[in-house]
């Protein structure tokens, strides 16, 4: 297996650090996220190498993870060169030698001045990286202090964790054969069924990964699919699948008996899961397209589900360390459509929810109106459902973490993405 090895500056040509141009002012036009706008690249460059692609991309994330830092040192109005120059100059801590032969004399001079330029000071939002709506947002939950911590531990990247596909393999076997062939693999902190990879090794053509004995998917959101706790049998709706990173841990969880529905509105995102169910081994899933949370295909499962999963849309912020560019591509408006799409959908999705049965509100947003909000707001105006302990149900998973009766877990605490979830109950008489 081939693995990803971090470049170095004696590797980076003129040529390259061209391409890393373009790829960063691409990115910088927020027109498509930033993964996107990479694959692309990569995509249509095919003769650049894994180092020439490990440099672009750890470039263009680490720019964008400290972008206010750089305008700061570069200016407002720094060209997507100036930014790069600037990051391998500060953020990479390149020593002026190493620009020689990559950068003009003028250049030279310019980055030997941002390398010496003090910075201090700076307002809240500027010292975490974060836009100011977004800081601003944070403080109603967060003391300063803890907020720059939180932004610190959003800047940086996030580890590969896999899920052991309960159906094909057990963890300690995949650990063991893991650290044979070489990789550094650790069982997860929480989830029994995660594993924590060092470094970045490319895993897709891994024999585990296709024959769906793993999956990557982050631990926390492995939690998320143990508060659901699934059982043999019955019958269980993912209302927002997507490409199915959790329906694929239920239907495990389920043992590939009972039906899972999997529902969502976006065509190519379920496309994406059917391969996956087949690697997986899962015959009890059901993906279903449906044309909004009202759809006709939803109300025919009214009452009957015994468990719910709304992994709801969401701004994504708990992602930053995956995603950096959405800090920049999110606003304050966009976040309150959001909300107003996350309380319809889970008004939907509890109808589905047969008496005595549980519906799970989650999401990978730290923002509290769209988690803590969202749940309030739905308990008030439906008397029938009430929460339940999510540390008590994880206890009852094998998971020892206590973060009260919502789940919450970041990436400053857990070391994992961040997320917000609340189990809910619908009584037996409701
Ligand atoms: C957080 S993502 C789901 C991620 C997925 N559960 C996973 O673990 O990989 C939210 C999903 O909600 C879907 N969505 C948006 N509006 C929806 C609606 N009205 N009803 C159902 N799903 C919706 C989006 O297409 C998106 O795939």
Redesign the pocket.
């Known amino acids: 297996m081939q693995k990803q090895t971090k470049t170095n500056e004696a590797a980076v040509s003129r040529g390259l650090l061209i391409q890393a141009t373009q790829v960063l002012g691409a990115v910088l036009a927020f027109e498509h996220p930033a993964d996107a706008v990479l694959s692309r690249h990569f995509r249509d460059n095919r003769e650049l190498g894994h180092r020439d692609r490990g440099f672009i991309a750890e470039a263009v994330y680490g720019i964008l993870r400290r972008l206010r830092w750089l305008r700061r040192l570069a200016g407002d109005d720094a060209t997507p060169r100036q930014l790069l120059l600037a990051w391998l100059a500060r953020g990479e801590g390149w020593p002026m030698r190493q620009f020689e032969g990559l950068a003009s004399p003028t250049e030279r001079d310019w980055v030997a001045a941002v390398k010496a330029a003090p910075i201090d000071g700076g307002s809240l939002a500027e010292r975490a990286d974060l836009p100011d709506w977004l800081a601003e947002r944070l403080l109603a939950t967060h003391d300063e202090e803890a907020l720059l911590d939180l932004a610190r531990s959003l800047n940086q990247p996030a580890p590969l964790d896999l899920r052991v596909n309960l159906l094909k393999g057990n963890r300690d076997e995949v650990l063991a054969r893991l650290n044979a062939e070489g990789f550094k693999a650790e069982p997860g902190a929480w989830s029994p069924q995660a594993i924590r990879l060092g470094g970045k090794p490319a895993l897709q053509k891994h024999p585990l990964f296709l024959d769906g004995t793993v999956e990557v998917q982050d631990e926390g959101?492995q939690l998320l699919g143990l508060l659901v706790q699934p059982k043999r049998s019955e019958l269980v709706v993912?209302?927002?699948?997507?490409?199915?990173?959790?329906?694929l841990q239920l239907g495990a969880m389920m043992r590939s008996t009972g039906r899972l529905y999997a529902?969502?509105?976006?065509e190519k995102?379920l496309a994406k899961l059917k391969p996956r169910m087949a690697r997986a081994g899962l015959s009890n899933v059901h993906p279903v397209l449906?044309a909004?949370?009202n759809d006709a295909k939803v109300k025919r499962l009214a009452g009957k589900a015994d468990r719910v999963?709304v992994?709801?849309?969401?701004s994504?912020l708990g992602t930053l360390r995956r995603n950096p560019d959405l800090k920049w591509r999110q606003s304050a408006a966009g976040v309150d459509e959001m909300v107003a799409?996350q309380r319809?959908?889970l008004a939907s999705a509890a109808r589905l929810v047969r008496p005595g049965g549980r519906l799970v509100y989650a999401?990978?947003s730290l923002l509290a109106e769209e988690n803590d909000a969202v749940v309030d707001a739905f308990l008030a105006a439906h008397p029938g459902f009430r929460q339940v302990d999510a540390s008590a149900v994880l206890e009852k998973q094998g998971v020892a973490l206590q973060t009260g009766e919502r789940l919450r877990l970041s990436p400053r605490l857990h070391d994992t993405d961040g997320f917000f979830a609340a189990v809910l109950e619908r009584s037996a008489d409701a």
Request: hydrophobic share 35%; charged share 25%.
């Open positions: 959101s993912d209302f927002c699948a997507g490409a199915g990173g959790k329906t529902f969502d509105v976006a995102r449906i909004h949370e999963l992994d709801a849309p969401c994504g799409k319809a959908i999401t990978c």
